[in-house]
């Protein structure tokens, strides 16, 4: 007789007295974790089903219901923790590598939280942002070193390179058609139209009714080269090459079988229910010279009117990676830092592999800058940038720009199960399964979106109003505005703050 060793890892409690058997969470519960027992005339749960999406939780009508962990405990051991013990056993049972979604997890330092800001106190006073002017617009592109004035001294835009103009200083990063559903990717695009910024592709191709939205489209080709053609290229404001991804560092991409459907098939122009799992390497590059040839091809490609971003994730010696793309002709570096989230990843490599993105960031800002090649590229920040004070942190330490993801899927209604590689998303977002999709309403969704970078924006806006800042410019690499928390002196050092006191 086989033992499943495994036990759930929720618990599914349920009030009978609040409950009145209306069996919506059964029919809203893709896992099919509640049932309704005729025998016994009451609603039953299989627990191990349950990835506390909270579904259930927030439509039953009566406030029955509640997820909480299971309480039950294997005997404590801090070299092995239950969690790592029933891996095992799932691994034991399946011969799998173990798959994740989300970023990771792992109790390592959040920089982010250890560093704090500054705020102007007598001297340099403080701006009132509802009453003055702050500027949160910026320019993602290489940037001319003159200052060119015309012959009434007016300052002549920058037009020499071509330039990403960003109203808001926040974009949303790559999510793919697949990883994500159309409805999902309707409301990122809708809502960078309205915002005056960009939603990203991801590396599924784009499908064709989002067309309309390419003067908001940055368009990405990954290793996979899945749905790039000219065609495509031509749509996108921008275009990323996706070297690396926080989540998973040194690994393609992988987009399970279950969430290629029909549309999806001909996006990405793969066969159907097939996995697509994208080489970790592009085959044509094996240098920062291959590269260059792929940044001029795509710009070749499309008539040197777009700029060219390169997306690596944040790993040991991205210093000196960083310099060499700069120096390669990318407009736009992309660093995504290990906490980024994703639809689907080996567990292993989520949780082991790759840097926080606070410490890679100011590494690479430093090196651009002792290299003198500052102006060169752009860099975007991304990958668990998950509140406006984290934006300020980051462009503090030298971000031109932030991409969100998680922040974004929160938005829309993700409820962090990570359980997105499941293709089973009760909300409508990491899934393809129309009935499921249908539950994620684009015209909402997209004014959620629309809220939550607003929101931002003003709070930024106040931060730099309370730091007597009015643009992020002059915020951007200005580290002085930074101190740190509870840091040691090389951690100090790599981030170039001062601890707090100081
Ligand atoms: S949704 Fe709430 S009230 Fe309805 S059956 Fe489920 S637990 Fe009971
Ligand atoms: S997108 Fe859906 S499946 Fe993925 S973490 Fe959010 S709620 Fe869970």
């Given at each position: 007789m086989s033992v499943n060793y495994i036990p759930a890892v929720f618990e599914v409690l349920r009030d009978t007295d609040r409950c009145i058997k209306c069996r919506a969470c059964e029919r809203q519960c893709a896992n099919e974790v509640h049932y309704f027992d005729e025998d016994f005339d009451k609603m039953q749960v299989i627990e191990a089903q349950c990835v506390d999406c909270q579904r259930c939780v927030t439509i039953c009508p009566t406030s029955a219901l509640k997820i909480r962990k299971n309480q039950n405990e294997f005997r404590e051991g801090a070299n092995y923790p239950q969690k790592l013990i029933i891996e095992n056993y799932l691994q034991a049972q399946t011969g799998a590598v173990l798959l994740s979604s989300m970023g990771n997890p792992v109790d390592l330092p959040v920089y982010w939280d250890k560093i704090l800001i500054n705020a102007s106190q007598v001297t340099n006073p403080s701006i009132d942002p509802l009453r003055e002017p702050m500027e949160t617009k910026v320019y993602l592109g290489k940037k001319s070193l003159d200052i060119k004035r015309g012959d009434d001294g007016e300052i002549i835009p920058d037009t020499e390179y071509p330039q990403l103009e960003l109203d808001v200083p926040i974009m949303f990063s790559a999510m793919s058609y697949g990883s994500i559903s159309y409805n999902a990717h309707e409301s990122l695009a809708r809502a960078a139209t309205q915002l005056g910024t960009f939603y990203n592709t991801g590396e599924g191709g784009l499908h064709k009714d989002f067309y309309k939205y390419g003067p908001n489209t940055i368009v990405q080709?990954?290793?996979?080269?899945?749905?790039?053609?000219?065609?495509?290229?031509?749509?996108?404001?921008?275009?990323?090459?996706?070297?690396?991804?926080?989540?998973?560092?040194?690994?393609?991409?992988?987009?399970?079988?279950?969430?290629?459907?029909?549309?999806?098939?001909?996006?990405?122009?793969?066969?159907?229910?097939?996995?697509?799992?994208?080489?970790?390497?592009?085959?044509?590059?094996?240098?920062?010279?291959?590269?260059?040839?792929?940044?001029?091809?795509?710009?070749?490609?499309?008539?040197?009117?777009?700029?060219?971003?390169?997306?690596?994730?944040?790993?040991?010696?991205?210093?000196?990676?960083?310099?060499?793309?700069?120096?390669?002709?990318?407009?736009?570096?992309?660093?995504?830092?290990?906490?980024?989230?994703?639809?689907?990843?080996?567990?292993?490599?989520?949780?082991?592999?790759?840097?926080?993105?606070?410490?890679?960031?100011?590494?690479?800002?430093?090196?651009?800058?002792?290299?003198?090649?500052?102006?060169?590229?752009?860099?975007?920040?991304?990958?668990?940038?998950?509140?406006?004070?984290?934006?300020?942190?980051?462009?503090?330490?030298?971000?031109?720009?932030?991409?969100?993801?998680?922040?974004?899927?929160?938005?829309?209604?993700?409820?962090?199960?990570?359980?997105?590689?499941?293709?089973?998303?009760?909300?409508?977002?990491a899934t393809q399964r129309a009935d499921l999709v249908r539950r994620l309403n684009p015209d909402f969704a997209y004014k959620r979106l629309v809220n939550l970078v607003h929101a931002w924006d003003h709070e930024i806006k106040e931060m730099m109003g309370g730091m007597g800042i009015n643009s992020i410019e002059s915020l951007k690499g200005n580290r002085l505005m930074l101190r740190g928390v509870g840091l040691n002196d090389r951690e100090l050092e790599i981030l170039g703050i001062k601890h707090a006191g100081e």
């Amino acid at each position: 007789m086989s033992v499943n060793y495994i036990p759930a890892v929720f618990e599914v409690l349920r009030d009978t007295d609040r409950c009145i058997k209306c069996r919506a969470c059964e029919r809203q519960c893709a896992n099919e974790v509640h049932y309704f027992d005729e025998d016994f005339d009451k609603m039953q749960v299989i627990e191990a089903q349950c990835v506390d999406c909270q579904r259930c939780v927030t439509i039953c009508p009566t406030s029955a219901l509640k997820i909480r962990k299971n309480q039950n405990e294997f005997r404590e051991g801090a070299n092995y923790p239950q969690k790592l013990i029933i891996e095992n056993y799932l691994q034991a049972q399946t011969g799998a590598v173990l798959l994740s979604s989300m970023g990771n997890p792992v109790d390592l330092p959040v920089y982010w939280d250890k560093i704090l800001i500054n705020a102007s106190q007598v001297t340099n006073p403080s701006i009132d942002p509802l009453r003055e002017p702050m500027e949160t617009k910026v320019y993602l592109g290489k940037k001319s070193l003159d200052i060119k004035r015309g012959d009434d001294g007016e300052i002549i835009p920058d037009t020499e390179y071509p330039q990403l103009e960003l109203d808001v200083p926040i974009m949303f990063s790559a999510m793919s058609y697949g990883s994500i559903s159309y409805n999902a990717h309707e409301s990122l695009a809708r809502a960078a139209t309205q915002l005056g910024t960009f939603y990203n592709t991801g590396e599924g191709g784009l499908h064709k009714d989002f067309y309309k939205y390419g003067p908001n489209t940055i368009v990405q080709v990954a290793s996979g080269r899945f749905g790039v053609s000219k065609q495509y290229l031509d749509q996108g404001a921008a275009i990323e090459i996706k070297m690396g991804q926080g989540a998973k560092p040194g690994i393609g991409g992988h987009l399970p079988g279950k969430k290629v459907n029909a549309d999806v098939s001909q996006t990405r122009m793969i066969p159907m229910g097939t996995d697509a799992i994208s080489p970790a390497p592009h085959h044509d590059i094996y240098s920062i010279e291959d590269l260059r040839q792929l940044i001029f091809s795509l710009k070749e490609a499309t008539e040197y009117k777009k700029p060219v971003m390169v997306k690596i994730a944040a790993v040991h010696n991205v210093a000196a990676i960083a310099s060499g793309i700069a120096r390669s002709g990318a407009d736009i570096l992309v660093l995504d830092g290990f906490r980024g989230g994703t639809g689907a990843a080996p567990t292993r490599i989520r949780d082991n592999v790759g840097i926080p993105i606070e410490l890679a960031l100011a590494a690479v800002d430093q090196r651009l800058r002792d290299e003198h090649i500052r102006n060169e590229v752009s860099v975007v920040v991304a990958g668990s940038v998950r509140s406006s004070a984290d934006c300020v942190k980051a462009f503090a330490l030298g971000a031109d720009a932030c991409y969100i993801g998680t922040a974004a899927l929160l938005a829309i209604g993700c409820h962090l199960c990570r359980s997105c590689h499941g293709a089973k998303c009760n909300w409508g977002i990491a899934t393809q399964r129309a009935d499921l999709v249908r539950r994620l309403n684009p015209d909402f969704a997209y004014k959620r979106l629309v809220n939550l970078v607003h929101a931002w924006d003003h709070e930024i806006k106040e931060m730099m109003g309370g730091m007597g800042i009015n643009s992020i410019e002059s915020l951007k690499g200005n580290r002085l505005m930074l101190r740190g928390v509870g840091l040691n002196d090389r951690e100090l050092e790599i981030l170039g703050i001062k601890h707090a006191g100081e």
